[in-house]
T-cell receptor
C-alpha cells in the first residue's frame, strides 16, 4: 500500500507569513509524528499524536508552531509568522499503536522542505 | 535530558566492513533504533535493540550495551548504495514511549 505522503514537497515563503504542511499517514496507523531536520542537524522531535489521546507537544519550539490531526488520520502542521530559522525539512512519520512496549517502527514521509526568505 | 553522540563522517571501501558507533547519556529509554537516510530521502528503518546484545539482519547488525551507554551498527560487504547517513535514535521512556530522540547522524561514504 501507499506510504506516508506529505505536501507540498517544497515551500518557499516570506518571513512573517503563515504556512501549513500536510501529512497523510499510512492507513491504519494510529500514531503520527512530526520531526524537523535542519541543515547539518539531526532529526528534532516536534509533536506526536496517538489515537484520541492528548498529543505530546513537548518538542514544539515556540507557540508559533501548532499541529492538529483530524479524524485520526491527516495531520496539519502550522507555523505562524515564519522566521528564517524555521527553514528546515519537516518530516512526518506514522506507526502502529505507540502504547506499551511495542517496538513498532516509524515510517517516514519524504518531507517538506521549507525555505523562509 | 538525553545526549546522543555519533561520528560526523566516515569513509570505507566497497566490500569492506564498517562499524558506526553511537554513545548516549540518558536517564532511561525503551530501546534504540538505527535508521538509514539517503540524501534528499526519508529515513528508513534498519534495526531496533531493546536488550543488550547483537541483532543481525543480513549485511547489517546492531549491538547494544545499556551498561556502557553504547551501540554500534555494523555493515558488512559494503556496497556503493550503502553511502548514506546513519541515524541512531533512542525511543522514549515512561509516558513518551514512542517519541524518538535522534543523534545528528553519521555520513558514510563508500568508495570503490
Amino acid at each position: 500500500g501507499a506510504g506516508v505522503s506529505q505536501s507540498p514537497s517544497n515551500k518557499v515563503t516570506e518571513k512573517g507569513k503563515d504556512v501549513e504542511l500536510r501529512c497523510d499517514p499510512i492507513s491504519g496507523h494510529t500514531a503520527l509524528y512530526w520531526y524537523r531536520q535542519s541543515l547539518g542537524q539531526g532529526l528534532e522531535f516536534l509533536i506526536y499524536f496517538q489515537g484520541n489521546s492528548a498529543p505530546d507537544k513537548s518538542g514544539l519550539p515556540s507557540d508559533r508552531f501548532s499541529a492538529e490531526r483530524t479524524g485520526g488520520s491527516v495531520s496539519t502542521l502550522t507555523i505562524q509568522r515564519t522566521q528564517q530559522e524555521d527553514s528546515a525539512v519537516y518530516l512526518c512519520a506514522s506507526s502502529l499503536d505507540a502504547s506499551g512496549s511495542s517496538s513498532y517502527e516509524q515510517y517516514f514521509g519524504p518531507g517538506t522542505r521549507l525555505t523562509v526568505t | 535530558g538525553q545526549n546522543i553522540d555519533q561520528p560526523t563522517e566516515m569513509t570505507a571501501t566497497e566490500g569492506a566492513i564498517v562499524q558506526i558507533n553511537c554513545t548516549y547519556q540518558t536517564s532511561g529509554f525503551n530501546g534504540l533504533f538505527w535508521y538509514q537516510q539517503h540524501a534528499g530521502e526519508a529515513p528508513t528503518f534498519l534495526s531496533y535493540n531493546v536488550l543488550d546484545g547483537l541483532e543481525e539482519k543480513g549485511r547489517f547488525s546492531s549491538f547494544l550495551s545499556r551498561s556502557k551507554g553504547y551501540s554500534y551498527l555494523l555493515l558488512k560487504e559494503l556496497q556503493m548504495k550503502d553511502s548514506a547517513s546513519y541515524l541512531c535514535a533512542l525511543r522514549g521512556y515512561g509516558g513518551a514511549t514512542n517519541k524518538l530522540i535522534f543523534g545528528t547522524g553519521t555520513l558514510l561514504a563508500v568508495q570503490p
